[in-house]
Nanobody, 124 residues
Framework: QVQLVESGGGLVQAGGSLGLSCAASGRTFSSYDTGWFRQAPGKEREFVAAIIWSGAITYYADSVKGRFTISRDNAKNTVYLQMNSLKPEDTAVYYC?????????????????WGQGTQVTVPS
């Protein structure tokens, strides 16, 4: 069983940067593929980025490609999301998720374990 706790959210001006962390419990976290999703008010949860268990392969939504970077440190059981050049449309609750049975990492139904989310607000 894996438990995930996100941190690092907050309010940042447009064009600014913010770094999110996802700390995982469990000795086998290094075997989990991990993703970040976000959900804005009144909208469906959408894929942001994902990273496979080794960190060797990453995936990004087109809307964040070139601005966001996902990474992980398996020794610390932590996955990171560095967000640069933030826009008002990036405002959402950001969720970390993990899976060991990955098929399509861009689909939220692929993930079994979820964190509680952290709010990111970029005022317009």
């Amino acid at each position: 069983q894996v438990q995930l706790v996100e941190s690092g959210g907050g309010l940042v001006q447009a064009g600014g940067s913010l770094g999110l962390s996802c700390a995982a419990s469990g000795r086998t976290f290094s075997s989990y593929d991990t993703g970040w999703f976000r959900q804005a008010p009144g909208k469906e949860r959408e894929f942001v980025a994902a990273i496979i268990w080794s960190g060797a392969i990453t995936y990004y939504a087109d809307s964040v490609k070139g601005r966001f970077t996902i990474s992980r440190d398996n020794a610390k059981n932590t996955v990171y999301l560095q967000m640069n050049s933030l826009k008002p449309e990036d405002t959402a609750v950001y969720y970390c998720a993990a899976t060991r049975t990955s098929s399509d990492l861009s689909v939220h139904s692929s993930y079994r374990h979820w964190g509680q989310g952290t709010q990111v607000t970029v005022p317009s």
